[in-house]
């Protein structure tokens, strides 16, 4: 299923972690835009990219990042861009998976130079299917609630 996604310009630069610096120090992240992940599409009004303030390309970033297997997409081998959480679909959800996906929707996240924190989650299951909500702080000390279903 490889070209699912669409190849990001600059993508390693986003996700590679600035360590060691302040929030001040953090290299801004340029241009991002609008896809919609319905269609695989970037969104395009008036003729042009929609393009995204730096929040919406974080929370577009996160979202993009929970839908990523390990190595599963040419564009995405050997970079540390992917969540492996999706897997816990159609399963009834124990206090070990819920662990495991804490764990990993984590240590996937602040590989994000802009996410300071990662936290405050909460679960819900419906049937089959995971809701997950969780909190992240940016280093800007601003906060996104995420709301994701698996």
């Known amino acids: 299923m490889a070209g699912i ?5 600059g993508l390693q630069e986003q996700i590679d972690a600035v360590e060691g610096t302040s929030s001040g120090d953090i290299k801004e992240l340029g ?16 003729g042009k990219l929609v ?10 970033w996160i979202k993009l990042v929970l839908n990523t ?8 081998m050997d970079s540390d861009f992917y ?9 009834r959800l124990t206090p ?16 994000h130079r802009y996410i300071k924190s990662v936290g405050n989650f909460s679960f819900s299951q419906e049937k089959m299917n995971v809701n997950i909500n ?16 698996l």
């Open 96 to 111: 070990d998976m819920q662990s495991k996906i804490i764990s990993d929707i984590t240590n996937s996240l602040l590989t």
């Open 31 to 46: 241009k991002c835009f609008k896809f919609n992940f319905d269609t695989k599409s970037f969104v395009i009004e008036n």
């Open 51 to 60: 393009e995204l303030s730096k929040i919406d390309a974080v929370k577009q």
């Open 5 to 9: 996604f669409p190849l990001v310009p």
């Open 134 to 149: 969780f909190d992240v702080t940016l280093a800007s000390d601003e906060e996104i609630s995420v709301s994701e279903s």
């Open 83 to 91: 969540c492996n959480v999706k897997e816990v679909s159609g399963k």
């Open 69 to 76: 297997y390990k190595d599963k997409f040419n564009v995405y």
